[in-house]
T-cell receptor
């Protein structure tokens, strides 16, 4: 079974802090994604990566950056956390030709105070 | 602009009832997926449909892709409390763009 793990299930940070969210997948998937999920807004794509060291902006990249130094690991960075970044963050991965069959991690519930 | 509109947004039913959830778009999709997300967890893929008119069954769940590949439905027969969750449709359009719908939150009351 595909396993996607995220570094934390719950995280509380203060405004202005730098926040790192890590995601690891064990299926040798080429594609990895970061989404945020907010009530009434659904899943919104922040960034995705289709290969090591490659990244593409999604729909809402402002205030975020990403890093993919190894194929199995995709990190989301909030350079200076703000209260409007309080959300559920979901990581996903899929194979090269299976963009529509994404496997998700359990999510990180981030609260910025 | 939301490319995939789901309805209803919220649904609360009694155990044993049947229900249908809809996913509609004005765009044509190459494929369409349904996911279920339980509270506090990430979405889990249930099914992929790729052919217009296609019907797939997964135990008590029946998924249908519209003939024109612009819409889909999920029908649950004899709902159980374990069906409670957020149901998300998602799809890849003919321009290879991938979208998620806003979701339908289902609560099945024992």
């Amino acid at each position: 079974d595909v396993k996607v793990t995220q570094s934390s299930r719950y995280l509380v940070k203060r405004t202005g802090e730098k926040v790192f969210l890590e995601c690891v997948q064990d299926m040798d998937h080429e594609n990895m994604f970061w989404y945020r999920q907010d009530p009434g807004l659904g899943l919104r794509l922040i960034y995705f990566s289709y290969d090591v060291k490659m990244k593409e902006k999604g729909d809402i990249p402002e205030g975020y950056s990403v890093s993919r130094e190894k194929k199995e690991r995709f990190s989301l960075i909030l350079e200076s956390a703000s209260t409007n970044q309080t959300s559920m963050y979901l990581c996903a991965s899929c194979g090269w030709r299976q963009i529509y069959e994404q496997y998700f991690g359990p999510g990180t519930r981030l609260t910025v105070t | 602009t939301q490319l995939l509109e789901q309805s209803p947004q919220f649904l609360s039913i009694q155990e044993g009832e049947n229900l249908t959830v809809y996913c509609n778009s004005s765009s044509v999709f190459s494929s369409l997926q349904w996911y279920r997300q339980e509270p506090g967890e990430g979405p889990v893929l249930l099914v992929t449909v790729v052919t217009g008119g296609e019907v797939k069954k997964l135990k008590r769940l029946t998924f249908q892709f519209g003939d024109a590949r612009k819409d889909s439905s999920l029908h649950i027969t004899a709902a159980q409390p374990g069906d409670t969750g957020l149901y998300l449709c998602a799809g890849e359009d003919t321009g290879n763009q991938f979208y998620f719908g806003t979701g339908t939150s289902l609560t099945v009351i024992p």
